[in-house]
């Protein structure tokens, strides 16, 4: 695992940076607080080696092992611009996955808590975050109960694609709140963005197609 930030790291995370501002901007997502919190975030440190670092700021997903990938560089910056984090709100995560996503997160001022699923990565995670000086509350155990204990959150995002709207991250939202999921079971998910009204009742927003992972429920043992 390279934990070297040089030159050559900060150079093309600049060039990826640049290349989603363009993009961002044309899609109407642009978000220029996303991306001074995706250019402070090292991507080739989530990693596994030398060899994989080279892609680590071309826009495409990447095997973290346990069948997961790191998202798209794209992906994160449309999911962390829909959230709308603000500094000390309180935000779950469901699929920690390689840290990347609460990295850039904590980044944007969250309070995180995040869950995952797989032991693999949280083993990885729950080591690699702490000593990249990011602190969040990790858990692992099932992405579609969420984090009760914690709750309730001012937003949720889902780095997974989940067959339905588990009700419980929507009960664990405060009023006001957001939640931004992929939502599909097919190879391609529909991006939503859930505001949850005073009232309880939900508007839900459509923000285009996407591919993730599966979503998986049972804890694994």
């Given at each position: 695992m390279v934990r070297e930030d040089?030159?050559?790291?900060?150079?093309?995370?600049?060039?990826?940076?640049?290349?989603?501002?363009?993009?961002?901007?044309?899609?109407?997502?642009?978000?220029?607080?996303?991306?001074?919190?995706?250019?402070?975030?090292?991507?080739?440190?989530?990693?596994?080696?030398?060899?994989?670092?080279?892609?680590?700021?071309?826009?495409?997903?990447?095997?973290?092992?346990?069948?997961?990938?790191?998202?798209?560089?794209?992906?994160?910056?449309?999911?962390?611009?829909?959230?709308?984090?603000?500094?000390?709100?309180?935000?779950?995560?469901?699929?920690?996955?390689?840290?990347?996503?609460?990295?850039?997160?904590?980044?944007?001022?969250?309070?995180?808590?995040?869950?995952?699923?797989?032991?693999?990565?949280?083993?990885?995670?729950?080591?690699?975050?702490?000593?990249?000086?990011?602190?969040?509350?990790?858990?692992?155990?099932?992405?579609?109960?969420?984090?009760p204990a914690y709750g309730p959150?001012?937003?949720?995002?889902?780095?997974?694609?989940?067959?339905?709207?588990?009700?419980?991250?929507?009960?664990?939202?405060?009023?006001?709140?957001?939640?931004?999921?992929?939502?599909?079971?097919?190879?391609?998910?529909?991006?939503?963005?859930?505001?949850?009204?005073?009232?309880?009742?939900?508007?839900?927003?459509?923000?285009?197609?996407?591919?993730?992972?599966?979503?998986?429920?049972?804890?694994?043992?």
């Amino acid at each position: 695992m390279v934990r070297e930030d040089n030159l050559k790291f900060q150079g093309a995370r600049r060039r990826m940076i640049e290349k989603l501002r363009e993009r961002l901007k044309g899609e109407g997502l642009l978000d220029e607080r996303v991306m001074e919190a995706m250019m402070k975030v090292p991507r080739h440190y989530f990693f596994e080696s030398a060899f994989d670092t080279g892609f680590a700021y071309e826009n495409t997903a990447f095997n973290i092992g346990a069948g997961q990938t790191i998202s798209h560089p794209h992906t994160v910056a449309v999911q962390s611009a829909l959230l709308e984090v603000q500094k000390r709100h309180k935000v779950l995560e469901v699929g920690t996955g390689s840290g990347y996503q609460a990295a850039v997160l904590m980044e944007l001022g969250a309070k995180l808590y995040s869950v995952e699923r797989q032991k693999l990565l949280y083993d990885k995670t729950s080591k690699l975050l702490p000593a990249m000086g990011y602190r969040a509350t990790l858990s692992y155990g099932d992405g579609y109960k969420g984090m009760p204990a914690y709750g309730p959150f001012d937003r949720c995002i889902v780095t997974a694609a989940a067959p339905y709207i588990p009700d419980a991250l929507i009960d664990q939202l405060k009023p006001g709140g957001i939640l931004v999921i992929p939502v599909g079971e097919g190879e391609v998910q529909d991006m939503l963005r859930i505001i949850k009204k005073d009232d309880g009742t939900t508007v839900t927003e459509e923000y285009g197609h996407f591919s993730f992972v599966p979503m998986l429920q049972k804890t694994a043992r």
